[in-house]
């Protein structure tokens, strides 16, 4: 199949660190791989390239303005008495050892949650995770049904995104981060689109790419851990997801010149 894709080149003739764009082509080449590996489903490899384009659009930086919500986002993380981080194919391949550090600094559960869900998928992201060294995770097992939730997401774990009070969620477009917020809970969100129901519905949205995202936010989880709650309340309350929203596609629209 990988001969067929690439049209019998070799890795190394593709992934050259003199390229321009040499991280997007490693970034793309490990999707393709959790793709063969059974992690990442097909439409994952669409999904990352509506990505791409925003990120392209972004200047492929983090901007100032992201660097307050991942703050925030941060500090909701710390407050959370029953953080969840949840896990899909590209969740899982692009920021795999972040999501396990952050799991661990935090005592956050692991749940892998999937739009194409499949017992297979579910089983090779769990292994993939815990060979990577995360101590547990769920999404297998002890499943209740939100019903509310119309698509495979509504599987949730018992222990996990059901009894969550925050949910950290990277990746997808739908209703599930309405949802969980109507059941009350906190939802931080990574996506790149500003404009996608999950980064409107979100508590915090970082508009971001989760691999420059993830390793900023453990940085600033290291950071405010000392924090008393009242400080990481206030970091909080100070944050307006709409108003950040809004300049990031201000910027999306009014950044890009071609010279
Ligand atoms: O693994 P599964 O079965 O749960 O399926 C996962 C996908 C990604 C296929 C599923 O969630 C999906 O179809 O997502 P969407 O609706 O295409 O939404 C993906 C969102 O993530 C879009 O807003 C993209 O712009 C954004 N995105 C893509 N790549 C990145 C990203 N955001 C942050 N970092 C990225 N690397």
Redesign the pocket.
């Known amino acids: 199949m990988r001969k067929i894709l690439h049209v019998g080149l070799k890795k190394e003739m593709i992934l050259d660190k003199r390229h321009p764009r040499y991280l997007s082509l490693l970034y793309r080449e490990k999707l393709i791989e959790g793709y063969f590996m059974g992690i ?2 097909i ?2 490899l ?3 390239g ?2 791409e384009t ?1 990120d392209y659009l972004l200047g492929e930086k983090t901007h100032e303005e992201t660097i307050e919500a991942i703050k925030a986002g941060a500090a909701l993380l710390l407050l959370a008495k029953h953080p969840v981080i949840s896990v ?3 969740f899982a391949i ?1 920021a795999g050892k972040e999501i396990i550090e952050l799991s661990k600094i935090l005592n956050a559960k692991i749940e892998v949650n ?4 499949s017992k297979k998928r579910i089983e090779k992201i769990k292994r993939y995770l815990l060979n990577l060294g995360a101590e547990e995770v769920l999404g297998d097992k002890d499943l209740v049904e939100i019903p509310t939730i119309r698509s495979e997401r509504r599987r949730v774990s018992k222990r996990g995104i059901y009894k969550a009070d925050v949910v950290l969620v ?5 209703d599930r981060t309405e949802e969980l917020i109507k059941l009350g809970k906190k939802v931080i969100a ?4 500003p404009l ?1 129901r999950t980064a409107r519905y979100a508590t915090i949205t970082i508009v ?4 420059r995202a993830m390793p900023i936010l453990l940085n600033y989880v290291k950071k405010l851990r000392t924090m008393k709650r009242s400080e990481l309340k206030e970091i909080v309350k100070k944050f307006n997801n709409t108003t950040y929203l809004k300049k990031m596609e201000k910027k999306i629209r009014t950044s890009f010149k071609i010279r």
């Open positions: 990442v489903a439409a994952g669409i999904a990352h509506r990505g925003f899909n194919g590209n692009l999937l739009f194409y869900r990277a990746i997808e477009d739908g990574i996506d790149l689109n996608s971001d790419n989760v691999t």
